[in-house]
């Protein structure tokens, strides 16, 4: 199967962790891991990337309260096709959240829950997408990135490197 992985983000802050952990992944991987990883700026990105992918993973910083888990941690979201945007949260699948609940941040012109709705429409949207939402509370420009969120990116990382190579943790 075909993995993709994405790094949405920018220079500002704690908006660089989905960047931050493409990079780590490339760190931690092995020459038996196989997947492609992208950094993106906006989401519109996506639609570029998705030709022959089968399983995709989003990792793009968002609000803290959003997460509602303690500092450091991050939170795995399965995209639901074909329900208007609404994600499962992968400790407690039966809970549903819609996607445009869930801001990411960073200076995106087009949302990704719009960006992910019209892959779906266009017939692009992979069978299996994810989205990794790292928790941070500095976006500003200038900001650097905060101790919590260079946690999150490593836990993020690892869990999601486990996640692709036995595929456990994103099969319901």
């Known amino acids: 199967m075909t993995t993709l992985v994405v790094g949405l983000g920018s220079n500002h802050g704690d908006d660089q962790a989905g960047w931050l952990v493409t990079e780590m992944l490339k760190e931690l991987r092995s020459d038996s891991d196989s997947f492609i990883s992208r950094r993106g700026r906006v989401p519109l990105d ?31 979201l399965e995209y639901l096709r074909g329900q208007n945007g609404r994600l499962a949260d992968s400790t407690a699948p039966e809970n549903t959240v819609t996607a445009a609940r869930i801001r990411t941040r960073g200076s995106h012109d087009f949302e990704l829950p719009a960006v992910l709705q019209l892959a779906e429409q266009l017939g692009k949207l992979p069978d299996h997408v994810f989205l990794w939402a790292i928790p941070g ?23 999601l490197l486990h996640a692709i190579r036995g595929n456990s943790a994103c099969e319901r």
Do not use: N, Y
């Open 137 to 159: 509370s500095r976006f500003r420009p200038g900001d650097e990135i905060s101790s919590e969120t260079r946690l999150a990116v490593r836990i993020a990382a690892e869990q």
């Open 46 to 76: 996506l639609l570029d990337w998705l030709d022959g992918v089968e399983i995709l993973h989003i990792c793009d910083a968002c609000e803290i309260s959003q997460v509602d888990k303690p500092s450091g941690s991050t939170r795995m």
